[in-house]
Nanobody, 123 residues
Framework: QVQLVESGGGLVQAGGSLRLSCAASGLTISNYAMGWFRQAPGKEREFVAALRWSGSRLYYADSVKGRFTISRDNANNTVNLQMNNLKPEDTAVYYC????????????????WGQGTQVTVSS
């Protein structure tokens, strides 16, 4: 049974940093493209960042480029999202997702999802 469990969310002031982690079980992340998505109140879920199964290509939403960094730790079967210079508009529930092989920004292509972790950025 595949499980993705996010952690690291919380309340932070604008300009601050948080590091989200996604611990995977039931799959080996080195065989999967991993993505982060977020959903703000009253809005649809949107793409944030993703990396290929090989880790050789990274993808970011324009709104987070230069501030967020996605990385994987194959030894611990974990994917991380380092978020710096956070803004109030980054407030959302952040979800980790997995799909085989190629990364994509299209959430419909991701087969496995975590339960989400709340990130709140105060102004």
């Amino acid at each position: 049974q595949v499980q993705l469990v996010e952690s690291g969310g919380g309340l932070v002031q604008a300009g601050g940093s948080l590091r989200l982690s996604c611990a995977a079980s039931g799959l080996t992340i080195s065989n999967y493209a991993m993505g982060w998505f977020r959903q703000a109140p009253g809005k649809e879920r949107e793409f944030v960042a993703a990396l290929r199964w090989s880790g050789s290509r990274l993808y970011y939403a324009d709104s987070v480029k230069g501030r967020f960094t996605i990385s994987r730790d194959n030894a611990n079967n974990t994917v991380n999202l380092q978020m710096n210079n956070l803004k109030p508009e980054d407030t959302a529930v952040y979800y980790c997702a997995a799909k085989l092989f190629a990364a994509t920004t299209d959430q419909r292509e991701y087969a496995y999802w975590g339960q989400g972790t709340q990130v709140t950025v105060s102004s």
